[in-house]
Nanobody
Framework: QVQLVETGGGLVQAGGSLAVSCAAS????????MGWYRQAPGKQRELVAT???????NYADSVKGRFTISRDNAKNTVYLQMNSLKPEDTAVYYC??????????WGQGTQVTVSS
Protein backbone atom coordinates (compact mmCIF):
# COMPACT_ATOMS: atom_id res chain seq x y z
CA GLN A 1 0.00 0.00 0.00
CA VAL A 2 1.44 3.32 -1.08
CA GLN A 3 1.53 6.08 1.50
CA LEU A 4 2.29 9.73 0.81
CA VAL A 5 3.72 11.95 3.51
CA GLU A 6 3.67 15.67 2.82
CA THR A 7 5.88 18.11 4.68
CA GLY A 8 6.34 21.84 4.50
CA GLY A 9 3.75 24.50 3.92
CA GLY A 10 2.67 26.99 6.54
CA LEU A 11 2.12 30.73 6.72
CA VAL A 12 4.04 33.31 4.71
CA GLN A 13 3.58 36.92 3.68
CA ALA A 14 2.80 37.82 0.11
CA GLY A 15 5.95 37.84 -1.98
CA GLY A 16 7.59 35.21 0.17
CA SER A 17 8.58 31.63 -0.52
CA LEU A 18 7.64 28.21 0.75
CA ALA A 19 8.52 24.68 -0.17
CA VAL A 20 6.54 21.49 0.20
CA SER A 21 7.69 17.94 -0.32
CA CYS A 22 5.99 14.58 -0.59
CA ALA A 23 7.65 11.25 0.07
CA ALA A 24 6.00 8.10 -1.26
CA SER A 25 6.56 4.82 0.54
CA UNK A 26 5.30 1.31 -0.03
CA UNK A 27 6.42 0.95 -3.62
CA UNK A 28 9.73 -0.21 -4.97
CA UNK A 29 8.99 1.31 -8.39
CA UNK A 30 9.13 4.91 -9.42
CA UNK A 31 5.87 6.56 -10.33
CA UNK A 32 4.99 7.52 -13.87
CA UNK A 33 3.85 10.97 -12.79
CA MET A 34 4.06 12.88 -9.53
CA GLY A 35 2.42 16.18 -8.87
CA TRP A 36 0.58 18.72 -6.81
CA TYR A 37 -2.99 19.93 -6.79
CA ARG A 38 -4.57 22.51 -4.54
CA GLN A 39 -7.99 23.34 -3.21
CA ALA A 40 -9.00 26.70 -1.84
CA PRO A 41 -12.09 27.13 0.36
CA GLY A 42 -15.25 26.98 -1.72
CA LYS A 43 -13.38 26.05 -4.89
CA GLN A 44 -12.69 22.88 -6.79
CA ARG A 45 -9.38 21.09 -6.60
CA GLU A 46 -7.09 22.30 -9.37
CA LEU A 47 -3.83 21.27 -10.93
CA VAL A 48 -0.71 23.09 -9.78
CA ALA A 49 2.10 21.14 -11.41
CA THR A 50 3.11 17.67 -12.49
CA UNK A 51 6.37 16.01 -13.43
CA UNK A 52 6.97 12.77 -15.28
CA UNK A 53 9.58 10.14 -14.49
CA UNK A 54 11.66 11.61 -17.30
CA UNK A 55 11.43 15.11 -15.88
CA UNK A 56 8.84 16.64 -18.18
CA UNK A 57 6.90 19.29 -16.29
CA ASN A 58 3.48 20.84 -16.63
CA TYR A 59 2.30 23.91 -14.74
CA ALA A 60 -0.95 25.74 -14.27
CA ASP A 61 -0.82 29.11 -15.97
CA SER A 62 -1.38 30.82 -12.63
CA VAL A 63 1.90 29.50 -11.18
CA LYS A 64 4.19 29.49 -14.22
CA GLY A 65 7.40 31.35 -13.53
CA ARG A 66 6.82 31.31 -9.77
CA PHE A 67 6.62 27.63 -8.82
CA THR A 68 9.10 24.88 -9.61
CA ILE A 69 8.36 21.18 -9.36
CA SER A 70 11.11 18.58 -9.11
CA ARG A 71 11.50 14.97 -8.11
CA ASP A 72 14.04 12.52 -6.80
CA ASN A 73 13.23 9.14 -8.34
CA ALA A 74 15.62 7.30 -6.06
CA LYS A 75 13.75 8.64 -3.04
CA ASN A 76 10.29 8.59 -4.65
CA THR A 77 9.91 12.17 -3.51
CA VAL A 78 8.41 15.17 -5.25
CA TYR A 79 9.09 18.77 -4.33
CA LEU A 80 7.35 22.06 -5.00
CA GLN A 81 9.24 25.31 -4.55
CA MET A 82 6.87 28.25 -4.40
CA ASN A 83 8.22 31.76 -4.87
CA SER A 84 6.56 35.17 -5.15
CA LEU A 85 3.54 33.81 -3.35
CA LYS A 86 0.24 35.62 -3.61
CA PRO A 87 -2.80 35.54 -1.32
CA GLU A 88 -4.67 33.67 -4.05
CA ASP A 89 -2.18 30.82 -3.66
CA THR A 90 -3.72 30.09 -0.26
CA ALA A 91 -5.07 26.56 -0.33
CA VAL A 92 -4.59 23.02 0.86
CA TYR A 93 -1.92 21.48 -1.35
CA TYR A 94 -2.27 17.79 -2.18
CA CYS A 95 0.43 15.50 -3.46
CA UNK A 96 -0.53 12.84 -6.00
CA UNK A 97 1.34 10.02 -7.69
CA UNK A 98 0.40 7.80 -10.60
CA UNK A 99 1.81 4.28 -10.70
CA UNK A 100 2.37 2.33 -13.90
CA UNK A 101 -0.67 0.22 -13.08
CA UNK A 102 -3.64 1.01 -10.88
CA UNK A 103 -5.20 4.15 -9.51
CA UNK A 104 -3.61 7.39 -8.43
CA UNK A 105 -2.67 7.93 -4.80
CA TRP A 106 -3.28 11.14 -2.86
CA GLY A 107 -1.69 12.65 0.21
CA GLN A 108 -3.58 14.07 3.15
CA GLY A 109 -2.88 17.66 2.16
CA THR A 110 -0.85 20.46 3.68
CA GLN A 111 -2.04 24.00 4.30
CA VAL A 112 -0.36 26.94 2.59
CA THR A 113 -1.53 30.36 3.72
CA VAL A 114 -0.32 33.59 2.15
CA SER A 115 -1.16 36.77 4.01
CA SER A 116 -1.51 40.10 2.25
Amino acid sequence: QVQLVETGGGLVQAGGSLAVSCAASGSSRSFVTMGWYRQAPGKQRELVATITMGGRTNYADSVKGRFTISRDNAKNTVYLQMNSLKPEDTAVYYCTVRPLFGSDYWGQGTQVTVSS
